[in-house]
C-alpha cells in the first residue's frame, strides 16, 4: 500500500520536477521583473530583508524612487513578498529570485495540495494523479506563474483551505490549517475575506 501510493506521488513529483526546469529556463534569462503589481512585490520584499518593514521608496503611480520619500504599502498585500524575501538573501535581488516562489508553487506545491484533494474524494489514485498533472499544465496556471504575481500563491492558498476544509468534514482538528490558510488567502489577496462566509455556510 505505502509502496503504491508512493509511486503515484513519486511519478506526478517527476513531472513537476521536469516542468519546474523548463519554467526555469524561459525564466531565468528575462532580467525584468514586471511593471506594477510584480515592481511592488519585489520593492517590498526589498525593503523586508533591509529591516525596513513594509515600506517602499518610491510613489506607486508614477515609479520614480525618490531618496527622501519612505510610505508604508498601503496597496499590495504582503504575502508575496514575504515569499520572496528569503529568496532575495540567498540569491540576491534579481527578476529570477522574484519569480521563484511562484514557480516553486506551481510546480510542486499546488499539484500536491490538488493530489490531496482529489484524493480525499476518490478511493483511486489516478484521479489523484491526473488532477495533479491537470493542474501543472493547466494554461493560465502555467502562463501565470511565470510572472513575479501573487495569484499562484493565492490559488494555492485557497485550495489548501479546501482541502482542509473537506478533511474537517471526518476529523475536527483539520479545522485549524483550514482557519490558517484562510488568513493568510486576505494577506495574499484582499478578494481572500470571501472565504469567511463560505466557511461558514460550508459547514
Known amino acids: 500500500m505505502i509502496r ?3 509511486l ?3 511519478f506526478l513529483m517527476a513531472v513537476c520536477l521536469a516542468v519546474f526546469l523548463i519554467k526555469c529556463m524561459i525564466v531565468y534569462p528575462i532580467e525584468y521583473v514586471g511593471h506594477a503589481d510584480a515592481s511592488a512585490y519585489a520593492e517590498m520584499a526589498d525593503s523586508l530583508i533591509h529591516g525596513r518593514g513594509f515600506e517602499v521608496d518610491y510613489i506607486s503611480w508614477y515609479f520614480i524612487k525618490y531618496p527622501k520619500i519612505v510610505r508604508p504599502e498601503d496597496h499590495w498585500p504582503p504575502l508575496y513578498s ?3 524575501a528569503p529568496f532575495f538573501l540567498i ?3 534579481t527578476a529570477f529570485a522574484a ?3 511562484s514557480l516553486i508553487i506551481s510546480c510542486f506545491l499546488i499539484p500536491l495540495v490538488v493530489y490531496s484533494l482529489a484524493r480525499e474524494l476518490s478511493d483511486s489514485r489516478f484521479p ?3 488532477a495533479g498533472v491537470g493542474a501543472l499544465l493547466y ?3 502555467f502562463g501565470w506563474s511565470l510572472h513575479c504575481l501573487s495569484d499562484i500563491l493565492y490559488s494555492f492558498v485557497v485550495c489548501a483551505f479546501v482541502l482542509f476544509s473537506a478533511k474537517a468534514l471526518d476529523n475536527e482538528k483539520a479545522f485549524y490549517p483550514a482557519g490558517i ?3 493568510l488567502a486576505y494577506y495574499a489577496k484582499g478578494s481572500g475575506l470571501v472565504l469567511i462566509p463560505a466557511h461558514i455556510l460550508f459547514h
Do not use: D, S, T
Open 99 to 101: 519569480k521563484l516562489p
Open 128 to 130: 489523484g494523479v491526473a
Open 139 to 141: 494554461p493560465e496556471i
Open 82 to 84: 514575504i515569499a520572496i
Open 181 to 183: 490558510f484562510m488568513g
Open 4 to 6: 503504491k501510493i508512493n
Open 91 to 93: 540569491l540576491g535581488k
Open 8 to 10: 503515484h506521488v513519486a
